[in-house]
């Protein structure tokens, strides 16, 4: 059964940095892709950051580009999002999300949530001014 767990969340100034983490059990993450996305209240679930398999490929809304990191660690079947120069538009519950399938670059660069099968149950990020 895949399962993802996120973690790292909190509240920071604006200006802060967090780093979250995905876990994951059930799957290898060297055989799945995987999206960072965020829905703040009353607003759609929208893509922040996407990896391919194995780390291959990254791509990145422009609205956290230069200002967030996703990456991977193999060994520990983990998932990261770095996230620096925070801004109260950061504002979010932050989830992660894995597909096995929808894993080209067609899919990952348009960081649509229905493009990805499994997600966690989110994490709270606040970001005050």
């Known amino acids: 059964q895949v399962q993802l767990v996120e973690s790292g969340g909190g509240s920071v100034q604006a200006g802060g940095s967090l780093r979250l983490s995905c876990g994951a059990s059930g799957f290898t993450y060297s055989n799945y892709c995987i999206g960072w996305f965020r829905q703040a209240p009353g607003k759609e679930r929208e893509g922040v950051a996407s990896?391919?398999?194995?780390?291959?490929?990254?791509y990145y809304d422009d609205s956290v580009k230069g200002r967030f990191t996703i990456s991977q660690d193999n060994a520990k079947n983990t998932l990261y999002l770095q996230m620096n120069s925070l801004t109260p538009d950061d504002t979010a519950m932050y989830y992660c999300a894995a597909d096995r399938d929808r894993c080209s670059g067609f899919w990952l660069m348009r960081l649509r949530p229905t493009a990805f099968s499994y997600w966690g149950q989110g994490t709270q990020v606040t970001v005050s001014s």
């Open positions: 990896i391919g398999i194995g780390g291959d490929r990254t």
